[in-house]
């Protein structure tokens, strides 16, 4: 069993709503008997073939069978969801679940309207290995209690619409992951490789047993969650900086987004993420990347596991013997995001700059936050140089919201007088 702990995805947004859907899942689960009253779950689940239940849809998302049910589904909740309102913020994110929600209930719905009682008899072996006529299954199907009757409940349909929505927008990042065999093992998996083993695993199943159960439930929020995610990428209401799954797939994402020499219409051939064109000059500095590797890698585990300021320390003292080294993209903005968060406001400004120099197709969100740091700092002027010329074009709506505000502030500020409290070259 695999089971997802943690996310290193950038989180722009405090999950309220995550913490929120987790713990009125708990709260569900205990108004139904703790899964161990099986009359209390009926008036919960989505019954198949009974007709259309709007309520239904909602009200099975948030039943449970027991408790490793709902334990191993909240874990996926937490995690999927710290990426996907990590994007959205909880006034977008909770809508959206809730009409991944519906979409699945609908969707199953619809599906099993045929699954009628006299359908559901049919279904059922016979004990002479006689199949039942339909004539039959009609009289018995008046007496089918509803215990025999198929249905679904839990989260899990919902959630794994979470997970293709974050394989969409974040294939690249990392989740932690808690692997029980006969022990325990920790490891982490892009979550590119993770939805792949969830919808393997699903799609592997139901076809073994192609029947509509939770296999099948799975790859309904799997696909619906591709479609929405993939709608909120092409038309700009996330922000993902190109690190989503078609900058990946194309080998044009992060650093690799139109970098290196002769790139796009002035290339003397087609270049390919997989076989880079790298000119002559650069075969020696090729040879000393094996070692810089080595003196980055306790620095980028620190990074991984958070601890931040001490990695921001040990980087610094590092440079004074090897001033070009420096992290990778990702761990760059990990670096940086994590020492704002730490109020290391002197140091989050280094490697924010050393982004923006560095990356300069990907710097936006970099800009945004540096300009928003010199101003809280007194330097209204260069924080308006930081925004001069920023492309707003689909920028995620949280940092566009900070950028409006750190313009208007700063502008007031220039308006009344103030100047940066340290000189601006």
């Known amino acids: 069993m695999l089971i997802p702990l943690s996310t290193d995805a950038p989180i722009y947004y405090y999950p309220y709503a995550t913490i929120g859907l987790i713990v009125a899942n708990v709260l569900c689960f205990a108004a139904t008997g703790f899964g161990m009253n099986p009359a209390a779950l009926e008036h919960w689940v989505l019954y198949h073939g009974q007709g259309l239940d709007p309520l239904g849809w909602f009200s099975s998302a948030f039943a449970h069978a027991g408790w490793i049910h709902l334990i191993g589904n909240m874990m996926f909740l937490w995690t999927f969801g710290l990426v996907v309102e990590g994007k959205l913020g909880w006034r977008r994110y909770l809508p959206l679940y809730l009409a991944l929600t519906a979409g699945c209930g609908l969707v199953e719905n619809l599906v099993t309207l045929h699954h009628t009682k006299a359908w559901q008899v049919q279904q059922l072996p016979a004990a002479d290995g006689v199949p039942v006529s339909a004539e039959e299954a009609a009289e018995l199907a008046a007496d089918l209690p509803k215990s025999r009757m198929s249905c679904s409940l839990g989260a899990s349909a919902v959630i794994m619409g979470l997970v293709s929505m974050s394989l969409v927008w974040a294939p690249k990042n990392e989740v932690q992951v808690l692997l029980l065999l006969f022990r325990g093992f920790l490891f982490d998996l892009s979550i590119l490789k993770m939805a792949m083993i969830c919808g393997v695993l699903d799609l592997a199943n139901w076809l073994w047993d192609p029947r509509i159960s939770g296999p099948a439930t799975h790859l309904m929020g799997f696909v619906l969650g591709t479609v929405v995610g993939s709608l909120y990428l092409k038309r700009g209401w996330v922000e993902c900086e190109n690190w989503d799954l078609f900058a990946v797939l194309s080998g044009k994402y992060g650093a690799h987004a139109d970098s290196g020499p002769g790139v796009g219409l002035h290339a003397a051939e087609i270049r390919t993420y997989a076989q880079p064109t790298v000119p002559d000059s650069l075969e020696e500095e090729g040879r000393g990347r094996s070692s810089r590797s080595k003196l980055l890698k306790p620095i980028n585990d620190l990074i991984d596991q958070g601890d931040v300021l001490t990695a921001a320390d040990e980087l610094l003292t590092l440079r004074l013997e090897h001033s070009s080294l420096r992290p990778n993209e990702e761990r760059t903005r990990k670096l940086a995001l994590g020492l704002l968060r730490a109020d290391a406001w002197d140091q989050a400004e280094i490697w924010l700059q050393e982004f923006i120099d560095h990356y300069p197709q990907e710097n ?47 502008q007031e500020q220039r308006r009344q007088g103030i100047e940066d409290a340290e000189p601006f070259d």
């Open 364 to 410: 936006r969100w970099a800009r945004i936050r540096l300009a928003q740091l010199l101003l809280q700092n007194g330097r209204p002027r260069a924080a308006l140089l930081q925004l001069k010329g920023l492309s707003t074009e689909g920028l995620a709506e949280g940092l566009l919201k900070v950028a409006r505000k750190v313009l208007q502030d700063a």
